[in-house]
């Protein structure tokens, strides 16, 4: 147990970092004291394939944005520990408004989220006053006001099919995944034009070396890609769809066209096969989300401690958010997912 004791909190570094500066003893065992905080403090620890795989390895559910939704939803802890990027955050305090809702690290962004700003966003939506609104959840709380139906990787093209055939429909933010949607679904639909900064950013020149150094690898994608790498790849879906190909298919090599943190538990599913992980157009050798990766061990033990920074919405925001995240839990329950 720790004798060095810490320096007191700076709460003024919430408003100027996103989280709390406190200086940590550096041998203290995060991974105990955080399992001790869930059991004391009956909090649940939800995290994203695309965190760390330390924050990972002690988490009480990791999965896909659909997956976290609904757990945030069903969850009966007290406190939601939130390890992945704002927009997670927000709609689980919007599923869950009486819980108290934290975030390790307030300024774990998106870049979808951030292309769409909900002022601009309604100025659009007033061109075409009779569509219906489909957003990706990797979007603000506010745009989730401004929207019918949200949907994630997993659902979309079920959420679309659900439309009927002579409503027209935007789809917000994501210009790629909306693309993907027009060709799985045949629907002509009106897009807004956001990017992943992550997804965006694969190199076809590298990976096409790659294939060729490793001509068995099943090259997987996730729909936020570009249309240029969604057309070469043999199998395109979410993180928990990529991550169930890669167990289910008898290939042994694999090349990953996601935020490589998902490779974590590929690996751990399947130890003897190969994840190589996509490269981007710059010098490095994966393709980290800046965003997801600002959340640490460190911040994630402070945020327990203290219970901050907490992920607070007005109340109009969840009331009217909160329709269409309902309506798209219910089209995929219908569609057993
Ligand atoms: P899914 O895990 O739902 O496929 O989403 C990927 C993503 O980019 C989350 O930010
Ligand atoms: Fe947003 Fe892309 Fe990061 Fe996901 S990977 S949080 S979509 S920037």
């Not at 997670?88 to 989220?113: F, N, Q």
């Not at 897009?191 to 965006?200: A, D, R």
């Not at 008898?250 to 003897?272: C, K, N």
Request: aromatic share 6%; glycine share 4%.
């Amino acid at each position: 147990m720790s004798t060095i004791a810490e320096a007191p909190i700076k709460v003024e570094d919430l408003e100027k970092k996103g989280y709390l500066d406190v200086e940590i003893d550096p041998t203290l065992d995060l991974v105990a004291e955080i399992k001790r905080m869930k059991k004391e403090k009956n909090a649940v620890i939800l995290a994203h394939y695309y965190q760390e795989s330390e924050i990972q390895d002690v988490a009480d559910y990791i999965g896909d944005s659909l997956g976290l939704s609904q757990h945030a939803a069903a969850t009966e802890a007290d406190i939601i520990v939130f390890a992945g990027v704002h927009f997670m955050a927000e709609t689980a305090k919007i599923l869950s408004p009486h819980k108290k809702v934290i975030l390790p690290d307030l300024k774990a962004g998106c870049s979808l989220a951030d292309s769409c700003p909900a002022p601009l966003f309604r100025k659009f939506k007033e061109l075409h006053p009779n569509a219906i609104v489909v957003s990706y959840i990797n979007c603000t709380a506010e745009l989730k006001t401004l929207t019918d139906i949200c949907c994630t990787s997993t659902n979309a093209v079920h959420v679309i099919n659900s439309i009927p055939k002579d409503k027209e429909i935007i789809f917000a933010p994501d210009r790629n995944l909306g693309a993907y949607l027009e060709k799985k679904t045949g629907r002509k639909l009106i897009l807004w034009n956001g990017t992943c900064m992550v997804h965006e950013i694969f190199s076809h020149e590298k990976i096409s070396r790659l294939q060729v150094q490793y001509p068995q690898a099943k090259l997987i994608a996730h729909p936020e890609c570009e249309a240029h790498l969604l057309n070469i790849a043999d199998y395109i879906g979410s993180t928990s769809g990529l991550l169930k190909y890669t167990k289910t298919n008898p290939a042994t090599q694999f090349i990953v066209a996601t935020e490589p943190g998902i490779i974590h538990q590929m690996q751990l599913a399947s130890p003897d096969k190969l994840f190589i992980p996509a490269p981007p157009n710059n010098t490095c050798a994966c393709n980290e989300c800046p965003h997801m990766k600002r959340n640490t061990m460190q911040k994630l033990y402070v945020a327990m401690k203290y219970e901050m920074p907490e992920v607070i919405l007005p109340e109009q925001v969840i009331r009217d958010g909160r329709a269409s995240i309902d309506r798209m839990l219910e089209i995929s329950k219908e569609a057993g997912l």
